[in-house]
């Protein structure tokens, strides 16, 4: 049973985020989630969110607790890019992008894999 969660327009770029989805690919929901909760950062919080409305997703629908859950699929994808200028050295524009994200996130029962084998 695979219980999904997504969010877009993240004003983060992608590049920052991707190390610490990467840090919480494959491990179990509550190990994530006190990971994530380590880390000072701004930046982890989306990510942490988006992990704890997918536990909960699932155990609203199905009753299934936070323990036997483990991400098995995590992704960060560019979202749209604003494009505006500032000024620059001797009256030239200088060209600025800030980048947004979108994040989804697969959770997956632990022992599904040996029920189905």
Known sequence: MQF???VKQIPISPYKLRPYV????GKDVSYAIQLLMTQALKRVVPIRKLIQSAAANAKNRQ????GDLFV??????QGKIFK???????????????RFSHIS???????S???EA
């Open 84 to 98: 505006y200028f500032k000024p620059g050295s001797m009256g030239r524009a200088a060209a600025q992008r800030k």
């Open 113 to 115: 894999l040996s029920k």
């Open 105 to 111: 996130v697969v959770l997956e029962v632990k022992n």
């Open 72 to 77: 098995r699929e995590i992704r960060v994808d």
């Open 4 to 6: 999904k969660a997504l």
């Open 22 to 25: 990467e840090g919480v690919r």
């Open 63 to 66: 009753g299934i607790e936070i």
